[in-house]
Every structure is written in C-alpha cells, then in structure tokens.
C-alpha cells in the first residue's frame, strides 16, 4: 500500500510555522493552552478549527495544548499565543518560531479503551500510557478515564507492578553514597498528622540518612510539601537536594521540583478534581516515588478510623498487602505502622496551622502531644527497620532525641540548608464553630473537616484551613468554640463555613 | 451546629458582581470558558485564583466555566470575558451584570464516586448526575470518569433503565396525534451506510408518520444529521419540525436541536474523544432519544462483522437483549435487525459524499445498489412491525415505493419543508489510494477506514472523507485506485493519507 498521488494540481504547499507570544493567560486546571486568530491562515488551511487539542513544536521540544479560537486583536494572524505553561514548557521568546501540527493520534489510548473495557493491562501498555502522560500527551477526558478504569475494575498486583515500574522508568532517580537509605510514608486521610519533618529532623540527628522528598496534597488540605513550604524552601533540584542531604543528613523538599515521577504528578491532579484515591494508584504512587527517590529501608503509616481515608481492619489488610507484595518486588524493605485514625493529630488543618503544631512538638512547648508521639512510634519503628535501634527501644531512642532538643536543632539547620527558615503566615478572617450545647464529644468526621479546610481555600492558601480546640472525649459547655475557620479571603470564609453548618455535624456531642 | 461569628471586623463585604464582555474566544474542546483579569478584586478578595471552575449567573441562568486568569489589557479588571458558548448560554449583552461564585460541590459526584468505586447507582443516583449533566455542571474530568465507571464496570439492566428515565426527564418530549410513530436506529460502526434518510423517504411515502431526529457522529466520520445536513437544514426547532411532519409525514432533523436529550449530547461529546461506545450507555441514549421523540415503533440496524462495531453474535446478542429488556420497560414495540458488515454500505464515508450515495438511491441511479437493499430491508421489517404490510411482503413494498420513484419525490419535499434542498459539496484536495499489486479483495478494516476519513476532518469538514472503488471479492489491478480520500485542506489530506499508510493494510488483497 502506497500513497497516491495529490490530483489537486492548485493545493499550495502552507507554512505552519507561527510566531510564539505570550498573553499572560494561566489557569488552575488544565492549563496548557494556545490561542489562534480564527482568521488565520494556517488555522484554516490545515484544518485545526476543528480540534480541540493540537501539537506545538520549538527547539526540539514538543507539547500538546488545547486550542482556542479568537476574533479579539491578540494574537494577530501568524502568532500563536501561548498560556504561561506552555511558554515555560516550550521555552520560547516572542516572536520565536513555533510549529504547529496536529496531534498525532497517540497508540496508547488504544490501551486505555482496552482497560476501559475490562481487560488487563501489560508491563508494556503501561510503558506507553506513562509515557504519553508524563509527556503530558493526554487531555483531562483521557487522564479521568485511565484514572477511573484502574479503579473502577482495581488494578491487580501485576498491574500494579507494571505502573509502579513504568512511572519510576519516566522520571529522574537518585543514587546515594550507603547502602541504608530510610523513608517514610504517611497514607494520609487523617488531617494533621503531619510527622515527616519530626520524623525527619530525629533520624537525621540520629545519624541516617533520609532525603525525604513528598508530595503536595492530592485530595487533602495539606500535603508535607504545603506545609513545610511555610517553613523553607521545597522546591528544591537534584543537586540543591543532594547539597542539603550531605550537609544535614536529610531534606524535606517537594518530589514534583526533582521530577522523580512526573506521570504521576499528572495523574494526582485528576485525582484530586475527582476525590479519589484507588489502591493500586496509591501503591504506585508511594513506591515508584520512593525506588525513584532511592530509599532502602521504608515505614508506612496507615491511620486506622471511621472517617480516614482506611476505614477499617480489612481495608487496612488489603493495602498493607498490596504495599508489600509490589516493594517487594522492587527489593524495598517496608514497615506498615497503623495507628489511631478516629480524630486529627495535632491541633491544626491546612498549611500554616499544621507548621504551627510541628514548631510546638521540635520546641517541646505543649499542646501537640498526640503528634509528638505519632511521630516518635513512626521514628522508632524506622529506626529499628534499619538496625540503628533494637527492637523494643526504637520510641524511646527517638523520644530522648527529640526531648534533648537534637531534633530541634537539626530541623533549624535543614531549614538553612534548604534556603533559610521562615514563620507562617496567619489567617486574616477566622470564624469559630461554636457548641451548641454541652457534654462530651464522642465522634469528629474528619473527612468533612477536611472539606471545610479546602474549602477555606487550603492548600493554595497557606494561612487557610482550621484550628481545633477540643479532642475526643472531652466535656464541652455550650458555646464554647469546637475549632475556628482560617481564610484568606472573607469569600472562601463563607463558603466554607456555610458548608461546615449544613449536611450534619462535624462534631458529635452526647448530652449528659 | 451554628455558625459563628466573623472575629475580624475589617472583613469588608466584597461586590461579586462583574460585567460581562464578550472576547469572541471559541474552542471545539470544552468551550465554556470565562476570563478574569489576575489582578481583579473580586478574583482576589474571593479566593477565586485559585479554582478551576466557577459558577456564573445571570438572567436567572447559571452556568459553570472554566476560569483562566489573563495580564492582558482585556478583560479590564471588574469585567467577565466570555466565550462565545458561554455568551449564547448566559444570554448577556456587553456590561450586563454578572454574578460569579464558587461553584457548589456537587452533590452528585459522591454518587459517580461510589459508582467508581463499584457500587450500583439508584434512579435517584441517576436523576441527580443526569440533571448536573444537562446543566453542564460536570468538568470534562468528572464526565469522563463517570462515562469510563459506567463501561468499565457496565451498567446492568435496572441501571440502564434508570439512565435511560433521567435522560427522558432532563429534555423536552414530543406529543404526536395518532397511535403509531415509526423510528428507526442504525447501531453504526459501519461506515456509509447511511439508510435513514431512505427509509424516512418510503415511510412517509406509504402514509406513516416518521418524525425522525438524529444524532451528530459520535465516534464515526458522519452521523444522519451530518449527512442529511448537507441536503438541506437539519437544525429544526419542535414547531418547525411539526410542521414538516404535519405536511410530509415525516422529517429528517438533528435531535440536538429539539432538546430531546440535553444530557446526552453532552455525554456524546465525552465519548467522541475516548472513542468509546459501551453498551448501556448506548442503549440509554438511543432509547431516550426515541421515546423522548414520541416513537411507538421502532426498528433497530445492528451491522454485524470483523471490524464494524458489534463483532459477532455473542456482542449482538447481548446487545439486542439490553435494547429489547429497556424498550420493554417503556411500552417501546422494537424489531432487531441485523446487517452483514464486513464491508461499508454504499461508497461514500463523510457527509458529502454519503449524500450522493444517498441520491444515487433515490433516483434509481447505479452504484449502491448495496445501500438501496439494506434501505429496503429496514423500511421493510419497520412496515412489518406497524402492520402496515403484512409479513413478509413488507421488502417488496418498499421496494415498490422506491422504484416508482415515490420515495424521492417525497423526499425533495421534506428537504423543501425543512429550508430548501442544496447540492453536496466536492472537496478541493483529493489523493487515491492504489492496489499494490493485484488480486482478489478479501478483507476491508472498517474502523482504520473511519479513521481516515476522521482524519480527513469528518464529519466537521462537510466535503472530506473516503470514497470507495471497490467491493469485496472483486479483482484489483495494481495501480487501480481502491479509494480516495477527500479533504478541505492539504494539511488533513496529508494528516489522513501519512496514517492510512502506517501499520497494517486497510485493504487485505489475496494474490493469484
């Protein structure tokens, strides 16, 4: 089969090179986008008013981007205006030369419609789909459907080894100097519980070595990386990262600056605008990040309770399988900590307050003593994982550590490391929840109080979220504040504290 | 649970109201689309910079858009500029005041979360996502997920009749006088094959009321109402197409137009670009559509073959027992005919050039003699069904009908009533393909063919396609041309012609 001939003796050869320009256009989902005179003479020539997305290409690099039409005066006819993203992610200057294509027709959605509809996937298919998305080849409707068919019809543990390897295979990974190398991971669900920087500043001054990377919050108010953003610098390089470590020992920067797993930061931003979080994506969310990162030697912290994001005992079991099974077929060695999940950690939810609560335990001041010991449990147990404690003795090593202000300290010098300590900001508008009447309060939803602490605008907004003053089983009196509201803006104040009133209560209260 | 009080008195109440300004921006994406100026108080005192989407209101009317933030000069701060979609939908002229919100968290996507996760959807399940559908409150994320949940895991028969209800009630419905309204359905996945258009034509011509609407492609190079639109306007309101069907007794209009379906359209569009087609949904929307329509009658074209969309029995099978249970459920009398489908019908592929096989037919020219049998098997089985020929005799009245030349008579007069009858486009830029070398013709690939004339740019190129020069089991000389692909520019003949080449032959040509 070969290609015939063009009959259309008149059919001119189109130059489909534009001029870049930037228009100062940016957005909080999908935001790789051009925009096209709808006059313009490539525009119509090669037929692209019909497509929704379409190829750019300048020096050598290559982005898909949704397509807009304009009759406005910018762009003229001949440029190709270009969203922030795109510019960055093209690296052009004005008036620089962009080509334009349409989309090649990628083979890997053939994959995705084969998931969709129910088969099984190859290491290979995985291979292509990550690829694709870490190239940022696929649109939101075809990142939902992947993302929905992996959890719709659960990826099995092949699968799930196959996406872990695919994703640790697109992105950057790290060596060190050692043959031991500790991480930990939080499954997160639990608002607060924010332990990696305790955990981190008590290994380090113990001696290993945790170059802990972390990601920003996928359907939470807060991620690690949110929160110590407030307190230093995360967006950290390779070899920023690599300085920091061999300085102090350890590091608390964010995964997404260092590239270690791009797919995945694509795929965690559908995640989110959908509020799932599916078993196997989960699992080759963590691994693939910490076999990327390096890690030998792994704690995994898994919040047990009613309104976590694990519910009970057996979904518990299946993660912790799940977990294991595919570490282990990467060599990692992993240690699953399951521990109380019927109320936040610590006093604060979102950025700011969460920073707020670490400060308080590294200072040995009072008032965060549940996440104080959370983190010395998880410390412990990593330090026993790695030989650096006997078994039994590894709380009460990492106790003494952080109780001799070692861990204080080695936290302040990371920060310096990282680009220089700094305070968190404080909210603006703040709104208490009152009781309405007295006795004790026997359960908290902790989903919905972390909706409202989004809804407040966390985690964009750092100083955003809310600040709990009671714990389970306390006796409270009738109007006295349950927890306040934290904004930025009297707008997402009312938006979220119109929600935290409606739909049931966010604290139980059994009258006596 | 009460709200509490706002602590900080300087919380100044903030106008949400801007001014709408039309920025003349389209996209064949998703294309409601609103744009704020990054520096406008209100995007700023709201919390709005960081949302992806938000609400808008005006008029009474609300919609959800996507939000950019632009540095241009337009929109000024204080101004909404809006996309053309999103200015026809508001209703708005130039400095209107518009309201904009944070867009509510929806409800309904706890249900298309559970349905992720696995769980069977209630009607009331159903009712609510349908209803945010067709208000257009869904992201092209949460659309996908939904239509991925509901194929990856298929809908079962009770959900396929509670999607199909909600679909019903979200639209508008039409009322005929009299008992019998005869409707057709092709399944499709076969290129050309474009009968409706015939079938309407004898129906109307043997006294049977026919108010036939139909569907843009969904997945194909052309659905009817492409096709049909290139004879004459297909964009009929309720009382224009009651009027038509009051003169002519039948009509050939886009269902869009009507309203029949609102949520459907948008789901179509979702599963235009995933190119996926799952049973359930396909059988909510054809059935909705058609008892929206007022049909009492229906006859159903399943194409069966190697590469149309329904493979086998088995899938045929499976397919006319979710069509025939769900249309039992409305009181809908339904026959289920299947089609071969190893090869297109007729030789046009794309809007134009399946109007001329169209008009070959009705005028007794030769050429598709193909289409005009299947046309009559279907006016046949459908005369049958509304005891309007007695069994087995109703092919050879069609046939009758259409050879007297009744049927195009009739036909030109529902052009005229529907706007006046137009001639099809020929498209500028066309490339034959050529036999290899010579043989027998054996296998066609219906979907690679589909695809290329896709890539042609049908069906929103009215003119591009794929025209075929040959049947299956005929002789080919090589170098004779097998087809040409028509285009409306050289940058789609190219784009079309480079993949019809690449990876495996469409024509499969045994040598002697």
Chains 1, 2 share one sequence.
Request: proline share 6%.
């Amino acid at each position: 089969m070969k290609p015939g001939i063009i009959e259309d003796a008149e059919a001119e050869p189109v130059a489909t090179t534009l001029r870049a320009r930037r228009i100062g256009l940016s957005a909080a989902g999908s935001d790789l986008i051009a925009v096209m005179r709808h006059d313009c003479p490539v525009c119509r020539s090669e037929g692209l008013a019909s497509r929704a997305q379409v190829a750019l290409r300048a020096g050598g690099r290559e982005i898909v981007v949704s397509l807009l039409h304009s009759s406005a005066e910018t762009p003229a006819p001949g440029e190709i205006g270009l969203s922030e993203s795109a510019w960055q992610r093209l690296g052009v200057s004005d008036g620089d030369p962009v080509e334009i294509a349409h989309a090649q027709p990628l083979a890997s959605l053939a994959e995705v419609r084969r998931r969709i509809y129910g088969n099984r996937l190859s290491d290979g298919a995985f291979s292509a789909i990550i690829t694709d998305i870490a190239e940022r080849r696929y649109s939101d409707v075809h990142l939902s459907a992947f993302v929905t068919a992996c959890s719709a019809v659960p990826l099995d543990t092949d699968e799930t080894i196959s996406l872990t390897r695919a994703m640790v295979d697109v992105g950057e990974r790290l060596q060190w100097p050692g043959t031991v190398i500790v991480d930990k991971h939080g499954v997160g669900g639990l608002p607060g519980n924010r332990t990696t920087p305790i955990i981190v500043s008590i290994m380090a001054a113990e001696g290993l070595i945790m170059p802990k990377t972390s990601s920003r919050a996928i359907t939470s108010p807060a991620g690690t990386a949110d929160t110590m953003e407030v307190l230093a610098p995360v967006d950290l390089d390779v070899s920023a990262i690599r300085k920091v470590v061999e300085r102090e020992g350890g590091c608390i920067a964010w995964g997404g600056a260092v590239n270690l797993s791009p797919a995945d930061d694509v795929i965690i931003g559908v995640e989110r605008v959908l509020d799932i979080d599916a078993v196997g994506q989960m699992v080759a969310s963590v691994l693939s990040k910490k076999i990327a990162a390096g890690a030998t030697h792994l704690v995994i912290d898994i919040p047990v309770g009613p309104t976590a994001k694990v519910r009970g005992a057996d979904a518990a079991d299946t993660l912790e399988r799940a977990l294991s099974s595919v570490a282990q077929a990467f060599g990692l060695r992993t240690r699953v900590m399951r521990g109380p999940g019927a109320e936040p950690i610590g006093r604060g939810i979102g950025p700011a307050l969460e920073a707020q609560d670490i400060l308080a335990v590294l200072q040995g001041q009072p008032g965060a003593e549940d996440l104080a010991h959370r983190a010395c449990e998880l410390a412990g147990g990593l330090l026993e994982l790695a030989d650096a404690a006997p078994a039994r003795e590894g709380y009460a090593r990492a106790r003494a550590c952080l109780e001799s202000g070692r861990a204080w300290a080695k936290f302040q010098r990371i920060c310096e490391a990282q680009g220089g300590m700094r305070a968190p900001p404080v909210a603006r508008f703040q709104q208490d929840m009152i009781a309405p009447y007295s006795g004790r309060l026997v359960s908290i939803d902790n989903r919905k109080l972390a909706t409202v602490a989004k809804l407040a605008g966390a985690p964009m907004a750092k100083a955003a979220g809310v600040a709990l003053q009671c714990r389970l089983n306390q006796m409270v009196d009738a109007g006295a504040p349950l927890c306040s509201i934290h904004a930025e803006s009297p707008g997402e104040l009312d938006y979220a504290a119109a929600y935290a009133v409606s739909d049931g209560p966010i604290f139980g209260i059994e009258a006596l």
